[in-house]
């Protein structure tokens, strides 16, 4: 079955510090995308982040990189120099190479930023 | 450019009736697909569309159904709603086929059944 597991309902982290936020899935394909969104309290969904599978090289977009260990199946995110506009859910998901365009998702993990 | 359009934002049925949702994707995309977020379920997708053609259909029962225009634009119906079906129903939209591009995603319909 193809499921995502973000262990982490809820985390928190001092403003300007950094904090990692993990992600496992299970898959038997080896060509796939993954990706983190963070939804605010507005409820809308925002791409954080992007990783291809078939790339050995982590994805890092300013103050947002990934920890991409596709042997282990784990897509960590990591923030760096937090700040109070990151707090939101943050959603980790991927999307296989077929017929099937879905995104497949975790159940979130709640940042919290601390002033 | 203007992003991922979802209308109504807010609206409240009784049990019993049906809804239909809206949806106008980013210019120039052609690919539409539908999500339910709920509390106890997560993410759930729903359908996808492409060209007017359902791609791809989630778990859900027949009361959803949705569907494509020629200019993109999609809607999703809601029959004989139930309490189970409030929901925010967030719709997403891509350039192209392939599982490479990136969804973008609009602010979410808000339902609640009563």
């Known amino acids: 079955a193809q499921t995502v597991t973000q262990s982490q309902p809820e985390m928190s982290v001092q403003e300007a510090e950094t904090v990692t936020l993990s992600c496992t899935y299970d898959?038997?394909?080896?060509?796939?995308?993954l990706f983190w969104y963070k939804q605010p309290p507005s409820r809308q969904m925002i791409l954080v982040i992007r990783?291809?599978?078939?790339k050995q090289q982590n994805a890092t977009e300013n103050r947002f990189s990934v920890n991409f260990q596709k042997a282990a199946k784990s897509f960590s995110l990591k923030i760096s120099d937090s700040q109070l506009g990151d707090a939101a859910m943050y959603f980790c998901?991927?999307?296989?190479?077929?017929?099937?365009?879905?995104?497949?998702w975790g159940a979130g993990t709640k940042l919290i930023i601390k002033p | 450019k203007a992003g991922v359009t979802q209308t109504p934002r807010y609206l409240i049925k009784t049990r019993g009736q049906q809804v239909t949702l809206s949806c106008s994707p980013i210019?120039?995309?052609?690919?539409v697909s539908w999500y339910q977020q709920t509390p106890g379920q997560g993410l759930q997708f729903l359908f996808e569309?492409?060209?007017?053609?359902?791609?791809n259909k989630g778990n859900f029962p027949g009361r959803f159904s949705g569907r494509q225009f020629s200019n993109s634009r999609s809607e999703m119906n809601v029959s004989t709603l139930e309490l189970g079906d409030s929901a925010l129903y967030l719709c997403?939209?891509?350039?192209?086929?392939?599982?490479?591009?990136?969804?973008?995603f609009g602010e979410g319909s808000w339902l609640t059944v009563v």
């Open positions: 210019s120039g995309h052609r690919s």
């Open positions: 990783q291809e599978a078939y």
């Open positions: 898959t038997s394909e080896s060509d796939y995308y």
């Open positions: 569309y492409f060209s007017e053609t359902q791609r």
């Open positions: 998901a991927y999307r296989i190479m077929d017929s099937n365009y879905q995104l497949i």
């Open positions: 997403a939209s891509s350039p192209a086929a392939g599982t490479g591009n990136t969804i973008y």
